[in-house]
């Protein structure tokens, strides 16, 4: 969507990923932008705490803003987040925002026909820029899931 080419996990990434840096089943989805801001701070200074990667300070921004406007987009324009993961996974951090509509995201002009500056509209380009492979897929029971992933060094 966003032009980027994809990372390659190694299974033994994929399945250590899956037990430390998710957001477990039980736990609530986040409600709010914050939340999801939070989860992905946690999943990260967990998974830099026992493992020798490197976590860049402005990398983590870029994840958190990334979590941040995949949640508020699926907010205001997908009826809600229906679920959300977060892995830590080889050299970054990998977002999942699922939602109930099936309406891709796009980009909208700045400014209206008439020239006015409009509000909104700069999240998904934000998430487009800062993601180094995002990936918009159908969900079989209706809506969408946004997955980004984020460099970390």
Known sequence: MCERHPIEIPPA???AAERTGAVRAGQPR???PAEARRAVERAVAER???TDLRCDADA???AVLVASELTTNAMLHGGGVTDFRVDVVGPGVRVSVSDRSA???VIRPAADPHGRRRAGGRGW??????AHDVRVSDLPTGGKCITAVVRLS
Do not use: A
């Not at 380009?125 to 800062?130: A, G, T």
């Open 125 to 130: 380009p934000i998430v487009c820029r800062l």
């Open 60 to 62: 983590l921004s870029d």
């Open 30 to 32: 986040p409600c709010r």
């Open 48 to 50: 830099c705490d026992t």
């Open 103 to 105: 309406e891709l995201p």
């Open 13 to 15: 990434e994929r399945s």
